[in-house]
């Protein structure tokens, strides 16, 4: 389908209109032609004195035209009603929620975590008093492959791309003196620990004397894409897809306002796969979690609401746009045809984002700019919850005057330019309906490709995914080598990378205080509670049931992460490391 | 010394617990299509797993990619595990999130070369080309 519209937007280049066009009414002929002597007259002599030479496609492999006009919609069969409607109302494509923007502007949010949970607890209080509105916190490694801090695979990594949490007891500690209600949402990644950081959330309410329903718990808590993309699977991949959905399940009884679950584009595309791909990927993960909660006997109505999307598209401003109005789409139309959704919540696809920019080392104060750029896209493409990557990213974990930047990029965002003054001030743009048809189109061929293939366990287990993203990664690598792909910078004004002495650094001392805080834990806590509890973990985890209820009984004994993750290794087995490339 | 027509041998290596490997797996393919023989560790191997998988496969570079922030730590020792098993020649080149300040560090361990972020694969075959001498 995209390269049917490629071919026909040759056509068009070429001045021979194609029959459906010669079928149309006058104007849209008359409107075709009229390009057509336009780029002979107007633009190809222009455009051969500046003799521009690279290639005008997108990084997902759609052909630009120079111009966009009325004609272009024409030949997308755009209609209005099915194809836009109105905010938050099916097809959800100009937004999830009606005012979008202009009431609630979308929430500004900080990504961090580093060191031990005393010292990240002073972060999150500075964050939070810059205007953060969500805090995601960063957990370190072994705390996301479920390890303790004082396990051996732990070594040289405890604290250093995130705060290590071990137990309750460093929950306590991280979110001393910021009660859960104080602030919009509160989260996590926990990818392949998903029952156990949403227990964690839980059971710190419970110590804050706080009730579920004051608070929102945001997890990612998207075991599937670790295995082609991010790398924090710990299980194979269909026992760790259980556990995730068994988070999730909890939601439904216990917080159905919490959000536990976010799939996410984001690492897929960065991987190589691509933003159309990825969010193929993405889609049929969803599938997959879904059918797995629909299985247990809940209704979609129930289930879509828990859950949202982390859209990607790093490369190109208006590809981006595209791309979030077309996954609304394709996720309303889904819920409604394939589920039969029948609730607007269960329909509209919130979704959160990260802006990102093509970032380099070079001249790293440019990446401000960059990072903007790509978090403005998706603020134009409707996105709900934003975190945006600090400008030194590239060099280390990120430090103070950099976070700062990033929350402050957002601010002005939602309030200076007008940028979020009208809901979709894109919509209708002959460019960015034309993409986002193309993207629609891209997407749904690849979901189908990938359905037909056996869906989000096939795209694991035969390497499909790995290898089109390693595909993928090699083509962009050779665009920026061969400077097809504009790197300012780097491959366009290319300087030295110019960074030196400005790395953000873990007080070595943050991993000792941290494995002497779980040792003081185990040494304190209630022997025989922790052995009971964790002997219903085992017990809930071999019987099928959802393991939800006694990892949330144990984290409150003060079983630590490890403890938890042990029962599950023993029980599914590790997964095994793909050596492909 | 002579050259000989042994093809170089890289064993490109995710070591510690990040999983962010698409550098490795792009870096791992270009030198593959410069003509070296490539092999992939997959992700999650201990510096002690790595220095056995190099010895093993009588390769002449490790590629460590490593994001993680722990490269102060887990590339010494990496050197030292291979320098403690007669493995002295091989020798170990790194890329991935290193601030530049941590190089003479790395090069005081035995690193022989750090690539920063916007490296050409051509410029990592080149200087293996140049720096491999088989005996």
Known sequence: MTRMLASRRRDLDMEVPDESAGQRSGPAAELIAEEARWRRETFAPDAARAERQRGFVTDCGLEVKPLYTPADLDAIGFDYTADLGFPGEFPFTRGDRGAMNRGEPFVVSAYSGFGEAERCNQRFRTLIDW?????????????????????AMATAEVGQVGVAVSSLADMEQLFDGIPLDSIKRVGTLGNSIGPIVLALFAALGEKQGIPWANYVVNLQ????????????????????????CDAVEWCIDNAPNWSPMTVCVNHINAGGAGSSLGTAIALANAHYYLDDLLARGHSIDEVAPLLHMFADERHDFFVSVANLRALRRIWARRMRERYGATLPAAMALRMTVYGHGQESLQEPLNNISRIAFGTLAYVLGGASYVYIASYDEAVSTPGEQSLKVALRTQQVIASEHGFADTVDPLGGSYYVESLTHGVERQILDALGMIEEKGGALAVIRDGIGRRLMTEGAVRRQKAIDSGQRPWVTVNQRPQKPDVANTAFRIDPGAAIDQVARLQRVRAERDEARVSAALAAVREATASGANVTPSVLEAVRAYATVGEIVEIWRDIFGHFSPSTEF | MTLSNRKIRVLMAKVGLDGHDVGARVVARGLLEAGMEVIYTGLRRTPEQVARAAVEEDVDWIGISILSGAHLTLLPRLRRLLDENGAEDIRIMAGGIIPQEDIPELSKAGVSRVFLSGTAIAEIVDYLMAETVHD
Do not use: F, M, W
Request: a negative charge; proline letters at 9%; charged letters at 20%.
């Open chain 1, 221 to 244: 808590n998207d075991p599937l894409k670790e295995y082609i993309a991010r790398g924090t699977q710990i299980l194979p991949a269909e026992p760790a897809a259980k556990l995730a």
């Open chain 1, 131 to 151: 205007g953060a509105e969500q805090i995601l916190v960063a957990l370190d490694l072994p705390t996301q492959c479920g390890y303790d801090s004082d396990h």
